[in-house]
């Protein structure tokens, strides 16, 4: 089986970790997730590694759950914290959609910034599940009147929005690299021990939501995937129907 994380030393200082699992627009695999992990270990015991650069092959980041076979919560909230934990930045860089799950990862990043072709919702509740886990990385960060809109309608919203709630760090309607070249610069200027401090000030909030409800939500989640409102849900999603409940 071919790699789904690809990991290159593409700048000096900058690891980036591609995911590449395009047949299933990079969904959270079971294979996935547990290949992220490693790939996270590897990056923060490299002494030349500075930062980390999360990206993706084909049109999607990342779409969330993979709904023919989901990874265990558990392993998902062990992927969130070992994201937040590792003490050298983590940048998201994306140039498609992202849905669901994959919204957690850029919670769980330092920075993200997109490109103009990327898209963002929040899919859980037409297929009756929640955005439990991924609360966890987003709450602290996000508008939270932006958050009960998206969280529970599940609309889609474009990379200005996404910047505006507190979803990106940045976004640009030109070349992403170019944006991005600058932040990266800064990085790579900065002491291993002072990012790593400075990392552990800035994601307090989400560290302390994920050490606190954690076992909470991921108990919810798996809960939820289930229940016959989700089965439902996801066979709908499937046979590219409404929902039962739909009105």
């Given at each position: 089986?071919?790699?789904?994380?690809?990991?290159?030393?593409?700048?000096?200082?900058?690891?980036?970790?591609?995911?590449?699992?395009?047949?299933?627009?990079?969904?959270?695999?079971?294979?996935?997730?547990?290949?992220?992990?490693?790939?996270?270990?590897?990056?923060?015991?490299?002494?030349?590694?500075?930062?980390?650069?999360?990206?993706?092959?084909?049109?999607?980041?990342?779409?969330?759950?993979?709904?023919?076979?989901?990874?265990?919560?558990?392993?998902?909230?062990?992927?969130?914290?070992?994201?937040?934990e590792l003490p050298k930045p983590v940048v998201a860089r994306v140039?498609?959609?992202?849905?669901?799950?994959?919204?957690?990862?850029?919670?769980?990043?330092?920075?993200?910034?997109?490109?103009?072709?990327?898209?963002?919702?929040?899919?859980?509740?037409?297929?009756?599940?929640?955005?439990?886990?991924?609360?966890?990385?987003?709450?602290?960060r996000l508008d939270p009147r932006a958050a009960s809109r998206y969280f529970l309608t599940a609309e889609p919203f474009d990379a200005a929005e996404a910047a505006r709630i507190g979803v990106l760090t940045l976004h640009t309607t030109g070349d992403l690299d170019a944006a991005l070249h600058p932040l990266l610069d800064g990085l790579r200027k900065a002491s291993p021990q002072a990012l790593a401090e400075t990392k552990t000030l800035v994601t307090a909030g989400v560290r302390e939501a994920l050490a606190r409800n954690g076992t909470r939500l991921t108990e919810l989640s798996a809960r939820l995937f289930a229940s016959d409102e989700a089965r439902e849900g996801i066979t709908a999603r499937f046979e590219r129907r409404d929902p039962s409940w739909a009105r």
């Open positions: 089986m071919a790699p789904l994380v690809h990991a290159a030393a593409q700048a000096p200082g900058i690891t980036t970790l591609t995911l590449d699992s395009p047949a299933n627009r990079n969904a959270l695999s079971t294979a996935l997730v547990a290949e992220l992990r490693a790939a996270l270990a590897t990056a923060a015991a490299d002494p030349g590694t500075r930062a980390v650069v999360l990206t993706h092959t084909g049109t999607t980041f990342c779409a969330g759950a993979d709904l023919k076979s989901p990874c265990d919560p558990a392993d998902f909230l062990a992927l969130l914290r070992e994201l937040t140039t498609g959609h992202v849905r669901a799950g994959g919204l957690g990862l850029l919670g769980a990043c330092d920075i993200a910034a997109a490109g103009p072709q990327s898209s963002y919702a929040f899919t859980e509740t037409h297929l009756g599940l929640a955005p439990a886990v991924i609360s966890m990385t987003l709450l602290p």
